[in-house]
């Protein structure tokens, strides 16, 4: 008899540890999920962020002549224009790149950022009644080309970056 109680005892004990390292793993588990969803929430935050910086973009290049800025013909620190094929020429990468105030623009809020930079100009289309960049073609069919590029930022480090090909008429 005094074996089998000593043996309850060990039982007992080794059950009680298998409890304990379920429980544990419970707690983590819970916790990475947690984490994960976070983290989900602060990149939608940041994806708005970029889309919302590409649409001020986009926006400043339809309004008036802003489309024929001296930025896009010469590279000026601190506009955020770049020339047809700059970017390309000094190995600029906006994937890559330092985001600052030398060579983007802010958007509306600190977590936005954009640059454009000119990838087509004068180019002719075919001759159409549709409406382009926000104007009535009515006989003028050149059109200039841009690629925008909008960073949004949130919490914890998350960076995304939405990049879009604008055309404007340009005449």
Request: aromatic content about 8%; hydrophobic content about 40%; glycine content about 12%.
């Amino acid at each position: 008899m005094k074996q089998q109680r000593g043996f309850s005892l060990v039982v007992t004990l080794i059950l009680m540890a298998l409890v304990m390292v379920l429980g544990l793993s419970a707690y983590k588990l819970s916790r990475t999920s947690q984490t994960l969803a976070g983290n989900v929430q602060f990149r939608g935050a940041a994806f708005s962020e970029a889309e919302a910086a590409a649409e001020l973009a986009e926006n400043w290049l339809s309004q008036g002549t802003n489309f024929r800025n001296a930025g896009f013909t010469t590279y000026a620190s601190g506009t955020g224009l770049y020339p047809q094929g700059y970017m390309a020429a000094h190995g600029i990468d906006p994937v890559t790149m330092t985001w600052g105030s030398t060579n983007s623009v802010a958007g509306s809020d600190a977590n936005q950022r954009y640059l454009i930079e000119l990838l087509a100009a004068n180019r002719t289309l075919p001759s159409s009644g549709v409406a382009l960049g926000g104007r009535r073609s009515s006989g003028c069919n050149l059109v200039n080309t841009y690629r925008v590029v909008g960073r949004g930022q949130s919490g914890r480090g998350a960076s995304v970056l939405v990049q879009t090909v604008y055309t404007v008429l340009s005449c």
